[in-house]
């Protein structure tokens, strides 16, 4: 067990170190891994949008207990978070969430990418985007690096009484948007969000259609 927390605490050394290799690569020959679009069709006809569910950090996280079985499951619990530590592209951020980048070689609309967040075990970022802090480590040690797009979708569109809601229910406000200047505004139909790097990695409103990187989010655990 203490091996466990010594080793989930070197992990979590590395990932503050520029010496660590960082999982994100936007162009070739980077020295990190490349994600592309492979594998995953187009979205079939019966995909509509805001039908992802992003995986939520659980609301009865257990406790330590003094009995041998306690003591087994919280084992195996924070073997279960090492395991998706250490799972390729996915890149830690605050409050046990990870986020994986689909950049170079995957340039698609929100039904797209929403798919290849599901196959890869996540949802369309929502919880990391609406907190601040969050946001801001996002953005400063995730999406500047990957400065071969125009922007990534996250998991915000407005709906069909005009509101913006985000995919996981939570309506948006003030408080936990980072809307550009002028933004939303509607031009073209616009009924997504894309974190846009013309922007200054603000928030813009782009038809649902149109091409971007993807950003995905999971909830990997609390140790």
Same mark, same amino acid.
């Given at each position: 067990?203490?091996?466990?927390?010594?080793?989930?605490?070197?992990?979590?050394?590395?990932?503050?170190?520029?010496?660590?290799?960082?999982?994100?690569?936007?162009?070739?020959?980077?020295?990190?891994?490349?994600?592309?679009?492979?594998?995953?069709?187009?979205?079939?006809?019966?995909? $509509? %949008?805001? #039908?992802? =569910?992003?995986? !939520?950090?659980? +609301? *009865?996280?257990? @406790?330590?207990?003094?009995? $041998? %079985?306690? #003591?087994? =499951?919280?084992? !195996?619990?924070? +073997? *279960?978070?090492? @395991?998706?530590?250490?799972?390729?592209?996915?890149?830690?951020?605050?409050?046990?969430?990870?986020?994986?980048?689909?950049?170079?070689?995957?340039?698609?609309?929100?039904?797209?990418?929403?798919?290849?967040?599901?196959?890869?075990?996540?949802?369309?970022?929502?919880?990391?985007?609406?907190?601040?802090?969050?946001?801001?480590?996002?953005?400063?040690?995730?999406?500047?690096?990957?400065?071969?797009?125009?922007?990534?979708?996250?998991?915000?569109?407005?709906?069909?009484?005009?509101?913006?809601?985000?995919?996981?229910?939570?309506?948006?406000?003030?408080?936990?948007?980072?809307?550009?200047?002028?933004?939303?505004?509607?031009?073209?139909?616009?009924?997504?969000?894309?974190?846009?790097?013309?922007?200054?990695?603000?928030?813009?409103?782009?038809?649902?259609?149109?091409?971007?990187?993807?950003?995905?989010?999971?909830?990997?655990?609390?140790?």
């Amino acid at each position: 067990f203490a091996n466990i927390l010594v080793f989930v605490g070197l992990v979590s050394v590395c990932w503050g170190q520029s010496t660590c290799k960082v999982p994100v690569a936007c162009n070739d020959g980077q020295g990190g891994t490349t994600y592309e679009w492979r594998g995953f069709g187009s979205a079939p006809p019966g995909v $509509t %949008q805001g #039908t992802n =569910q992003p995986t !939520q950090a659980p +609301t *009865n996280a257990p @406790t330590i207990q003094s009995d $041998t %079985q306690s #003591t087994d =499951q919280n084992v !195996q619990r924070l +073997t *279960n978070i090492i @395991t998706r530590l250490q799972e390729p592209g996915w890149i830690s951020g605050l409050n046990g969430y990870q986020y994986y980048v689909a950049s170079r070689g995957t340039n698609v609309g929100v039904a797209d990418a929403q798919l290849l967040c599901q196959a890869k075990g996540g949802a369309l970022a929502t919880v990391g985007m609406r907190d601040p802090a969050s946001r801001t480590h996002i953005v400063d040690n995730i999406l500047r690096r990957c400065t071969d797009m125009h922007g990534f979708w996250i998991g915000l569109r407005k709906n069909d009484s005009g509101n913006w809601v985000y995919d996981d229910g939570v309506e948006s406000n003030a408080l936990n948007t980072d809307w550009a200047n002028n933004q939303p505004d509607g031009y073209n139909n616009a009924a997504c969000t894309a974190v846009a790097r013309y922007q200054n990695y603000k928030w813009d409103d782009v038809p649902c259609n149109a091409n971007n990187g993807v950003l995905c989010e999971r909830f990997a655990g609390l140790v």
